[in-house]
Structures are given as structure tokens and as C-alpha cells.
């Protein structure tokens, strides 16, 4: 039963998690058939790896970047979600492209994956990712990895 709650919990969590998102600022709603405006989206929609239920824990994390900012290559040992709240950001995950990711979109980094490049894309202008992590085991959220790990793409 306590699994099942806990299972509950993180669901709940993360439907309020999408419901925050759905009323972020400036951003346009589409409106639905009877005049009403659309208030939810679905912005990202992907499978997590199976999690026991016995210690599922949600943290939601502000990362904010100055102009030309950058974290140092590092993992995270829980699935994460990433929403764009403020300028752009350039993103990659080790055996994956680097990407631009701008106000309003979404990715998903699995468990452990090396996280290469992590950078405000502007020089100018400061960035903000609401960071969404979802886990079932206690470790720290972030763990920097030597440089030397990330290798090329």
C-alpha cells in the first residue's frame, strides 16, 4: 500500500508540476472550440525507467545562468525533465547532438547520462530551467564528471 501511495504521490506531483507550466507567462493559449482557452499542453511526453515505489522522491530545482555561463560536465542518477523558462540554453548528452533548447521547450535526460555541455546560449542575456528530477533512491542530484570522461560527441 505505502508503494502504491508513494507511486500516487509522484503522479500527483507531477500533473502539478504540468499545471505550473501550462499558466507560465507569455505564453500563448490556444483556444478550444467553446471560447474557453486551453490551459494544459502536453509538453513532453517519454517513458522513465521502472522505479521500485518504495522511495519515489521529486525535487523541482531553479537553474539559473548568468550570460556566458556554463556547468562543468556532470550526471545526474535520476531521470530528469527540463523546461525553458528564460532565454536559451545549449544542452548535450554524451552519444547525443548538441542542441539549442529556447523559452518554452522541453527535454528529458536519462538517469547517469554525462551531461557534456550545459550553457547559457547568450553572452548577453541570462538563462533559467525549471529542472524536474525524479527519483527513487537518495543521492545528491548533480555529480561533476572529469572532462576527460566526456570525449567528443
Known sequence: ???????????????????????????????VPNGRKDRARVLLSTPIPALDGAHVKTTLVEVNYGPGEASPPHTHPCAVI????EG?????????????????ESFYEAPNGVHAVSANASTTQPA????YFVC??????????PASHTGGN
Open 128 to 131: 533559467k530551467l525549471i529542472a
Open 1 to 31: 500500500m505505502r508503494i502504491r501511495n508513494s507511486v500516487q504521490q509522484s503522479t500527483l506531483q507531477i500533473a502539478a508540476f504540468l499545471l505550473v507550466l501550462g499558466f507560465v507567462p507569455n505564453r500563448a493559449q490556444s483556444p
Open 88 to 104: 536559451s540554453l545549449r544542452m548535450r548528452v554524451e552519444g547525443q547532438p548538441e542542441k539549442l533548447y529556447s523559452v518554452g
Open 82 to 85: 527540463g523546461y525553458v523558462v
Open 136 to 145: 527513487d533512491h537518495d543521492a545528491p542530484l548533480s555529480a561533476n564528471v
